[in-house]
């Protein structure tokens, strides 16, 4: 797996982050993996031991949405927001907050998916309130001075989480 | 944030020796001499190293009896792993999933083409 080639994370403007990612299926079906209970609880789950107990999506302009994280540990967190604007199957924005804030404030994403001979581009643009706390969602899992010594680290961490889940 | 906070924790696990000697304590607090053991390294240049550890919050020391034990944080140890699942390693993650998720609905929309929703071309035709 080459994650770089499909995979971008990188600043946009003053406030902004944009994430490109390309999926080999026809963007109908995407869309469908994005915005329904059944395929978001699938997939939407970052790193192992994590589930996704809760999953409520009212996809219209206005609805809401409410998602729940839960780790093997017991750790629970949720996250949430409104639909500004739903046009199926190009284009979802809505609002995102998380429970215990890890960023300040709230942050404003727009989905777009463009299909080109069945591959699908999904750009996600996601608008923080202020440079600095899109600087600090960039800066928590980015720097790259660590990226180096990242393989090591993990296999460490693997052991360590073992030993504190106890 | 956490990351600014875990710079300085980063740093003390940038060295190979530092390293070592935390993974070693995932199996149990040792003492200095233990740990210096499989190091050619002076006793005194490790004990450096495990002050520089202990600054950086990642482990601490113990006494027990007469001898002083040095152990892992719990604590830090959990927040530096929150952070390597951090924000890109997250998404990562999930979108390697939803690729697997995708694969078996393209295979599920093949077999059953008559009950698959509008595909690209119906759907532009319903458009205006």
């Known amino acids: 797996m080459k994650p770089n080639e499909t995979f971008k994370v990188e600043p946009s403007g003053d406030r902004e982050i944009i994430m490109t990612r390309v999926f080999d299926a026809p963007r109908e079906l995407v869309f469908d993996a994005l915005t329904k209970p059944e395929f978001v609880q699938q997939w939407l789950l970052g790193p192992p031991g994590w589930s996704m107990p809760v999953c409520q999506i009212d996809l219209r302009v206005g609805g809401s949405y409410r998602y729940v994280w839960r780790n093997e540990d017991g750790r629970e967190m949720g996250m949430g927001g409104k639909y500004t604007d739903v046009v199926r199957p190009e284009r979802i924005v809505h609002t995102e907050r998380f429970d215990e804030a890890w960023y300040a404030g709230e942050s404003l994403n727009t989905w777009v998916l463009t299909e080109r001979a069945s591959r699908t581009t999904l750009a996600v643009t996601m608008r923080y309130e202020t440079r600095a706390t899109r600087d600090e969602v960039l800066d928590s899992g980015m720097e790259s001075g660590v990226a180096t010594s990242y393989d090591r680290l993990d296999k460490i961490l693997e052991e360590m989480s073992t030993q504190v889940a106890e | ?128």
């Not at chain 2, 495990?50 to 719990?74: D, H, S, T, V």
């Open chain 2, 1 to 128: 944030m956490v990351a600014g906070r875990l710079s300085f924790t980063f740093a003390a696990l940038s060295d190979p020796t530092r390293r070592a000697i935390v993974e070693r304590l995932t199996s149990g607090p040792a003492t200095v001499n233990e740990l210096a053991e499989p190091f050619t390294i002076s006793q005194q240049a490790v004990s450096k190293h495990i002050a520089y550890l202990e600054m950086a919050n990642l482990i601490e020391r113990q006494w027990q009896g007469r001898q002083n034990f040095c152990a892992l944080k719990p604590e830090t140890i959990r927040e530096v792993a929150d952070w390597a699942d951090g924000y890109r390693h997250c998404w990562e993650k999930s979108f390697q999933r939803l690729d697997v998720l995708l694969t078996e609905m393209k295979k599920k929309a093949a077999a059953e083409p008559q009950t698959t929703r509008r595909g690209g071309k119906s759907a532009s035709r319903k458009k205006k």
